[in-house]
C-alpha cells in the first residue's frame, strides 16, 4: 500500500514565522506535489518536484518555496508566515511512468494567527 | 492555469437517490480522473478515464469521458450515507505535464437517512 506521511495534522503559527511542511512517501515515486485545499477553490498546486533537488512553479507559488534532498521527501517553506495562508495542505506523490495517479496525504490544517 | 469547473458546488439528497455531478474545461485532457476526499482525510482516487467516449464503472459509480476531451460525469448509484465527502474531479494534459493535474473545485455531497 502507498503511504504519504505528512509531519502533523494540525499546526498553529503566528505571523512572520518561517514554518515547514514535512512531507514523505514510501512507494519510490518520482513525482511529488503540495496543493492547497480552500473551499470553493478546490486543490491548487503549489510547487511540484518530478526528481531530486529538481522543482517547479505550480499555479500559486507566491510566498512559498519547497526542497527536495532525497526521494522520499518533499518539504513545503513558508518563509513569512501570513494570515492568507492559512489553509489545509494536502502532499501527493506519483510514479514517473503512471503519473496519472497520484496518493495523497491525510492534510495538515495551518492557522497562522 | 487551466481551469475546471466542476458542477454542482454541493448536493443535500437522501439516501437510495441517485446522484451526477460534472466537470468542464476550456481546454483539452487526455485523462480524467475522479477522486473522493473523506472528512479528515486526502483524496482518494475512484475512477480513471483515458480515451474520448469511454465509459466506465467502479460498483455503483459510473464516469465518463466526454467525445470533445473537455468533460467528464461522474453518476453515483443508489446512493448511501458513507458517500458523504467532497468529490473531485481532475484532468491530465498531454506532453511532458510530469504528472500534473489540474482539480475541479470539488463537489460537496450530503446524504440523509
Known amino acids: 500500500d502507498v503511504k504519504v506521511t505528512q509531519s502533523s495534522r494540525y499546526l498553529v503559527k503566528r505571523t512572520g514565522e518561517k514554518v515547514f511542511l514535512e512531507c514523505v512517501q514510501d512507494?519510490?515515486?518520482?513525482?511529488m506535489f503540495w496543493y492547497r485545499q480552500d473551499p470553493g477553490l478546490g486543490l491548487r498546486l503549489i510547487y511540484f518536484s518530478y526528481d531530486v533537488k529538481m522543482k517547479e512553479k505550480g499555479d500559486i507559488p507566491e510566498g512559498y518555496s519547497v526542497s527536495r534532498e532525497k526521494k522520499e521527501r518533499f518539504s513545503l517553506i513558508l518563509e513569512s508566515a501570513s494570515t492568507n495562508q492559512t489553509s489545509m495542505y494536502l502532499c501527493?506523490?506519483?510514479?514517473?511512468?503512471?503519473?496519472?495517479?497520484?496518493?495523497f496525504g491525510p492534510g495538515t490544517r495551518l492557522t497562522v494567527l | 492555469g487551466q481551469q475546471l469547473n466542476q458542477s454542482p458546488q454541493s448536493m443535500f439528497i437522501q439516501e437510495g437517490e441517485d446522484v451526477s455531478m460534472n466537470c468542464t474545461s476550456s481546454?483539452?485532457?487526455?485523462?480524467w480522473l475522479w477522486y473522493k476526499q473523506d472528512p479528515g482525510e486526502g483524496p482518494v482516487l475512484l475512477i480513471a478515464?483515458?480515451?474520448?467516449?469511454e465509459l466506465t464503472s467502479n460498483g455503483r459509480l459510473t464516469a465518463q469521458f466526454g467525445i470533445t476531451r473537455k468533460d467528464s460525469f461522474l453518476n453515483i448509484s443508489a446512493s448511501i450515507p458513507s458517500d458523504v465527502g467532497i468529490y473531485f474531479c481532475?484532468?491530465?494534459?498531454?506532453?511532458?505535464?510530469?504528472?500534473?493535474?489540474?482539480f475541479g473545485q470539488g463537489t460537496i455531497l450530503t446524504v440523509h437517512p
Open positions: 481532475a484532468g491530465r494534459a498531454g506532453g511532458t505535464s510530469y504528472g500534473k493535474l489540474t
Open positions: 512507494m519510490d515515486h518520482e513525482n
Open positions: 481546454s483539452i485532457f487526455n485523462t
Open positions: 478515464l483515458y480515451k474520448a467516449g
Open positions: 501527493a506523490s506519483s510514479a514517473f511512468l503512471t503519473g496519472y495517479e497520484q496518493f
